[in-house]
């Protein structure tokens, strides 16, 4: 059975959010998500009415860590759909979706720390006589996989139903009845009458862009809505784009939108009154005259009980000036052969009747949730810090803001999601559970007037008065509390034994050779991966890869020599690198790389040495040959000087000392680096196959489709684009440890230096200066060779390391 590290359920907005963090924070974990229909998007793929849009400006809609570049902020659907499928091709979660899944239940195991998670294969039939979108349904293929734990992202509502009022006489009505959710894709309104049933966000957004479409447009509402225009286009974002560029300027509207929304919340419900008599004077300015304002724009809540609909640039008022839009205010009784009838008597006649009414509510994507085989009543719960549920272990869902955008919420809770692992990884935990003091009052989950809450609050969980079970809208508080505040408090409680978490479980059903990968938490609190192959009573050489590599860079044929040879092998992801987990030290900015200039808080290669002595000792390993390239090379020499009870050989190649006047790159080299990181799959195996291209040289070329199948593969296990900060925080290594020449004059274990008389990235000189430095070490120089190690070069380079391992053994006896 297949076991994943985390299932995500949904590939919407959060689903999607939640894995780029997780790949970001957590590469080594395994991970997919599961969604039921055939495309990604959720909300934004599903509803295609016309004119769809965000009520929240993009600003604080996008995420935290990708900013929203474009200058609408107020955008349409299409947009932002655009925007989720970049993004989750930008940090490899396309690949992870897996689609025509239904997760149909879900139960723990208390005995095994895991979920068993139920699947059901889905499919998506052709579109009904009504030619609406047809929504998935089983095919009764069933499948299970266990999980870790589980991020439950399917949103609060059923896609495949929305919320309809059952009205009288409907089948007198001639004309199609049409619910958002599920839009026909041929339905032509031009020159027809529509009556649009409901005032929220989803019938203030039809209504002007059915009008637009040619269509005489009648809102048909029970209840007023605060309606409010506001700047399709933020008038301070435009300028900040000609000051910053496109990129700040998203992070820093985030911030302001975001204390922007807040302080309005705050002020509606402080001094309602007040914000009603500002809302009404703005509303009265943009009404067409005669316009009944009393009637239909008056509710009888204050603002913000329910969510401000926001009308980017008035275009709600402005389509009820040009005469193509109306409102009418009174409770709908039932259907007519001609439209819809009023309980004043009154007919609004139509062609076509639009239910915007609402949605079904619908928990956890609807499936069931188990606890050693006994069904779990959500009611029963309580929402620990909106995070996680009482009684229930490793599980998260994700639950937004309702006064303000929802991926607010949602990216601070994944980011306290990803905290909270990295803890249990670094005390040995595998199980969380919040618990609950008994008979602790609670309240509904959601302080919302919307109908659709209201309707459903008996099956939701609930919350509690207080910290950490109070459900909190406050954005700035959750970030002070989900972001930098304690982390765990005496409600969660954990349980479990990392070395069974991290062990075959792990790794059982993963692709590839990928199911070689192993994990180990260091006493530093950082997850490694590694692998070992070879006999298990071999003496073991540990191979360490280069800048931004990972432990696949190795050649096969290499490490196969060396296993045939009777070693051990054991190749770690460095830190920042493949599998292995990600700092959250200062990387430094692309001037402090071009001028070697340390970063202050970077971490230096004396750390990473600490890392693979730290390796060792989980493995039990008293001694062991090290065998660096490049960046590694630099580690190997350190583990050398600086824990020489654990080095039997020193192998050096392609590297350097860190000295300034030695081992420089060419400019061309530089100029590579210094280019955009690449943000797809495709762009990162066209650039990984140039960069190989130009580290072989000419003499011993690189295969490009060889090289392209090896990209893909380390893109695969976690070399995905981060901005570059991942490989920059490695060079910042280099920079923080300087001229390590002194601290090599101390090793006294064998010493063998290996370069290429052709490297355009390590200049010759720097493995020259290596084997000044290590007393009685020699040079072994490769003809034609780069900085990188060809097909061609491979027996000459195992021939020259092997024979320096045995002279060892034959020194020894």
Not at 114 to 122: A, F, I, N
Not at 493 to 509: E, K, T
Not at 792 to 803: C, D
Request: charged fraction near 20%.
């Amino acid at each position: 059975m297949e076991h994943l590290d985390v299932l995500i359920i949904g590939a919407g907005l959060s689903g999607i959010g939640a894995a780029c963090r997780l790949r970001m924070d957590h590469p080594g974990r395994s991970l997919a998500l599961l969604e039921t229909r055939g495309r990604p998007g959720g909300t934004w793929d599903l509803f295609r009415y016309p004119g769809i849009r965000s009520d929240s400006d993009l600003y604080t809609f996008g995420y935290d860590f990708r900013p929203w570049r474009e200058e609408k902020a107020i955008a349409d659907g299409p947009s932002i759909l655009h925007y989720l499928k970049e993004t989750a091709a930008e940090y490899g979660v396309d690949s992870l979706i897996r689609y025509h899944h239904r997760v149909l239940s879900a139960d723990w195991s208390s005995r095994d720390a895991h979920w068993t998670v139920t699947v059901e294969r889905t499919h998506t039939p052709e579109p009904g006589p009504d030619l609406a979108p047809a929504e998935p349904v089983g095919t009764g293929e069933i499948l299970q996989l266990t999980a870790g734990w589980i991020f439950n992202a399917a949103g609060y509502y059923r896609y495949g139903e929305g919320y309809a009022p059952e009205l009288p006489d409907r089948e007198l009505f001639a004309g199609p009845i049409v619910h958002p959710q599920h839009w026909p894709e041929d339905l032509d309104v031009a020159g027809k009458r529509i009556a649009v049933l409901g005032s929220g966000a989803t019938a203030v957004t039809l209504v002007p862009a059915l009008a637009e479409l040619g269509a005489r447009v009648t809102m048909v509402q029970r209840t007023p809505t605060y309606i409010l225009p506001v700047p399709a286009k933020d008038p301070l974002a435009r300028r900040l784009r000609g000051v910053v560029g496109p990129e700040r300027t998203g992070r820093i509207m985030a911030e302001v939108s975001a204390r922007r929304q807040r302080y309005i919340w705050v002020f509606c419900q402080r001094w309602p009154n007040l914000a009603r008599k500002l809302i009404r004077g703005i509303q009265s300015r943009k009404v067409p005259e005669g316009f009944e304002l009393d009637k239909h724009l008056n509710p009888p809540y204050r603002p913000w009980d329910q969510r401000l609909c926001a009308v980017p640039d008035g275009d709600f008022f402005t389509a009820l000036r040009s005469g193509s839009a109306t409102v009418v205010t009174g409770l709908t009784t039932g259907f007519t052969e001609r439209g819809l009838r009023l309980a004043s008597g009154a007919e609004v006649e139509a062609d076509v009747v639009v239910t915007a009414t609402g949605f079904t509510i619908q928990v956890l994507g609807g499936m069931e949730l188990k606890l050693d085989g006994v069904p779990v009543n959500l009611a029963e719960h309580v929402a620990y810090r909106g995070v996680m549920l009482s009684g229930v272990p490793n599980m998260a869902f994700a639950i937004g803001y309702t006064n303000a955008s929802w991926t607010l919420k949602v990216g601070l809770l994944t980011q306290w999601f990803s905290r909270l692992l990295s803890s249990m990884d670094r005390h040995g935990y595998t199980s969380a559970v919040p618990v609950a003091p008994p008979g602790m009052p609670t309240r509904p989950l959601l302080d919302f007037g919307a109908g659709y809450v209201q309707r459903s609050l008996s099956s939701l969980p609930r919350q509690g008065l207080q910290a950490p079970w109070l459900m909190t809208m406050n954005f700035l508080a959750d970030r002070r509390d989900l972001q930098k505040g304690a982390l765990a408090d005496e409600y969660l409680h954990f349980s479990g034994d990392a070395g069974r978490a991290g062990g075959a479980a792990g790794n059982a059903g993963r692709a590839d050779d990928s199911a070689a990968d192993r994990f180990v938490t260091l006493e530093s609190g950082l997850r490694l991966c590694y692998r070992v192959e070879g006999p298990d009573d071999g003496e073991p050489v540990v191979l360490l890869s280069g800048l931004g590599l990972d432990l696949a860079a190795w050649p096969a044929e290499f490490v196969q020599g060396l296993a045939a040879a009777g070693y051990r092998v054991i190749r770690p992801d460095n830190r920042d690198a493949g599998r292995s987990g990600r700092m959250d030290t200062p990387a430094p900015t692309l001037l402090r790389q071009a001028l070697g200039r340390p970063m202050p808080g970077a971490y230096r290669i004396e750390d990473m040495a600490d890392d693979v002595a730290g390796l060792l000792e989980h493995l039990q390993v008293g001694r062991a040959h090290m065998v660096g390239m490049s960046l590694g090379g630099m580690i190997a020499q350190s583990v050398a000087a600086h824990h020489p009870d654990r080095v039997l050989t020193l192998t050096s190649l392609i590297s350097t000392t860190g000295a300034r006047d030695v081992g420089a790159a060419a400019f061309s080299t530089k100029r590579r680096f210094a280019a955009r990181p690449p943000r797809t799959r495709e762009e990162f195996i066209r650039a990984r196959v140039a960069l190989m291209r130009h580290l072989a040289g000419r003499t011993h070329p690189a295969d490009p489709a060889r090289e392209a199948e090896l990209a893909g593969k380390a893109w695969d296990r976690g070399a995905y684009p981060d901005g570059g900060t991942a490989r920059a925080r490695q060079l910042g290594a280099i920079n923080a440890s300087g001229d390590r020449t002194e601290a090599l004059t101390g090793i006294r274990v064998p010493t063998l230096v290996i370069h290429g008389d052709r490297d355009p990235i390590v200049h010759p000189s720097g493995g020259a200066a290596t084997v000044a430095a290590i007393p009685g070490s020699r040079l072994a120089t490769i003809p034609g060779m780069g900085h990188y190690f060809s097909p061609a070069v491979v027996p000459e380079l195992l021939r020259l390391v092997t024979g320096h391992l045995a002279a060892r053994t034959v020194d020894s006896v």
